[in-house]
């Protein structure tokens, strides 16, 4: 058995090893977002930077481990909601250096470079390095983002939850519960795969179109909408929708010129609990849509094909697929007669 | 400011041609209306504004129908105003101070306008009641405000309110003003903001046209004609005022009392178009130099063509906004520091030679 181990030991210096074993032989070292991590045992404490980190560490049974928690978007999922609110919230939106540190963590997980990274509005991950603390950043904003170009980043690849449940296998790996992760990225495929038989089975127009609409900064204002490379750009592709929006950006501003002559056959609005700009609330969108002497025109809002969604399932996490699968079953409720 | 008065410049001007500016204004408009993010036909756009004007009754599309009147009409027309509003701003602060640098930003009406509007979208100040319009609207008011009193403290403390102090007062209040609602401004951006919400803030300061819709029409329409005729009421004071406001005030004219109908008017208007597009640059300052070179200083003359000339020039930058990178709208401040500044370049170097 000794003998096994030693042999394996090097084998899991390589990430894909993962799946082979159960048990995390530490010292364990990992490339993350290009910085190089090493861990000789599992992290005590961590402290989160990003909502999406914070709930992927509660949904492998972490909770216990997470000292802190920032940057929330919307409330935590509902299943989780008793846990989080047991743990300190150091900040709504970006945490300073300090307060993350005073935690004392041996871990920061952080949803987005933006936040942690070579131009880390919390901090740089060396600062944190420096003292120490390890840092992980989900390889969902990285793997096929540029985050030096375009105001919210900009995709070199299309997005693919397999960069979440590689961000969800390397955190089970790092805290050793990779049965857990196993576990929960299983569930995600299972889910993921029923909204896309659901979406085929309803033999949807071939080419069928789609705009997912964010927000607004201000009321009639060109709008924030999705890019074709990012988490609403996958649900499309799977489910067989063409995204009008060509823009490589991960939320590009476009017209509603544009869009209302591109005439989608579907629009997805962002339901979300921040109200910073009047178009945050859903309730502004919908009027807009059926008011302004244009849009109230488009073929979507005639027939009345305006689906509601979490603005986070439409972020690169692993809400996207319970975005994939809210998208799917509100396709079963719409009709596409042109 | 001081040379141009002192030396009689070369006038292409002539009452004859006066029929051109409506023309160039009418044909600006319509340019505006034809060009836009997406191609439509020209023919198109004739039938819906045939279909409107006149009642005609083609088959056009509707969405084509509601882009071209609805946003593109409105839109050019709207930008018209704020070219027109902000080369008169620019043309009265500049004869008021006797100050080349004048333009309608300086009394801490822009600087304003950006703390207004944080203060709404990234403070969260309203909790998403108040637009960011009514945000700006209320800071360029206030940021006025405190610049006049500021202005007034530091006129009577040197001496009784002697003119060209005034005038020197008024700029660095202006100035002070400024810099204290920037730093908010920077302030509430650095304690609240994400990366998304300041790009979307820096994107609305820097000019945009996007959400015009008829209603602000209504809106800076009167602005700007209450503007255009307050000047041309003033315009024999604003060609004193030229000369210094001692000179003004040996003529018989009320320094004061005209200066703060003067300047509380254009202000009014600037801080309502900056309310409506944002902070657009360069209008105010490069438009009314461009005009005197080419009409002269009298303001009889120099009023209208200034007026003339914001107004085409904005609907111009807004047309290249929209189509200079194909499938995205640039900020039209952009646009007119990219145009605006080697234009004035040119009449610079061109009205020096002519000397």
Redesign the interface.
Known sequence: MKIARHFLLPLSLIPVSFSMASDTEYPLTLTNCGTEISFSSAPEGVVTVGQSATEILYSLGLSDRVLGTSVWFNPVLPEFSEVNAGIERLADNDPSFEAVVNRRPQLVAAQYEWHVGPTGSVASREQFHELGIATYVMPADCDTKDNSTGGDGTRTAAFSPAHVYKGITELAAIFDVQEAGRALVTELEAREADAIAKAESLELPQDLSAVFWFSSPDSSVDPYVAGRLGSPGYMMEKLGIQNVIQSDEEWPIVGWESIARSDPDLIVIARMDRRRFPADDIEEKLNFLHSDPVTREMTAVKNGNIIEMDAHAMSATMRTIFGLESLADALTTLSFER | MKLAAAVQLPMVFRWRWVWLAPATLFLAVMAGTAI???AIPLETILKVLANRLWGADHAVD???A??I????LSRAILAACCGAGLALSGVVLQALLRNPLADPFLMGISAGASTGAVAV??A?LG???V???LGAFAGAGLAFSLVVLLARAAGSGTGGGRSAQAAGAIILAGIAGSQLFNALTAFIIAK?A????A???M??LMG?L????WDDVTLGLPAALGGLLVCLWYRRALDAFTFGADSAASMGIAVRRVRAILIAVMALVTATMVSMVGAIGFVGLVIPHAMRFLVGNRHTRLIPASALAGAVFLIGADIIS?VIVP???LPIGVVTALVGAPAFAVILIRGTRRR
């Not at chain 2, 994400?194 to 919400?197: D, G, H, I, K």
């Not at chain 2, 996007?210 to 819709?213: A, D, E, H, K, L």
């Open positions: 836009g993010e997406t509707r969405i084509d509601g882009i009147w609805n946003y593109r979208t990234i969260g909790a998403g009641a637009t960011l319009s609240s994400n990366a998304e919400q790009r979307g803030i994107f609305w945009n996007s959400g015009v819709r929209r499938g995205q709208v």
